[in-house]
């Protein structure tokens, strides 16, 4: 769908160079996680999304984060 010059992608996080983009209510921690990971490493952004995941979900909610993000960062 293209609505004004602008396309709009069917996926819960993109980021080109040093611009990201998300939506849907984990938008913000899949920004902060890919800041993160950006800033200091991906180990980082693990340990950072393992925090503030929700009890019982740790693992499948840092897998998803990092799945969503990682495509993203530069190797």
Not at 4 to 14: D, S
């Amino acid at each position: 769908m293209q609505e004004a010059g602008v396309e709009v992608l069917n996926q819960p996080f993109f980021a080109r160079g040093n611009v990201a983009t998300a939506g849907g209510c984990l938008a913000s921690s899949y920004l902060a996680a890919w800041l993160i990971a950006r800033l200091q490493s991906v180990e980082a952004a693990r340990e950072a999304s393992h925090y503030v995941a929700p009890v019982g979900e740790k693992a499948e909610y840092v897998s998803r984060t990092l799945g969503h993000i990682e495509p993203f960062l530069a190797p």
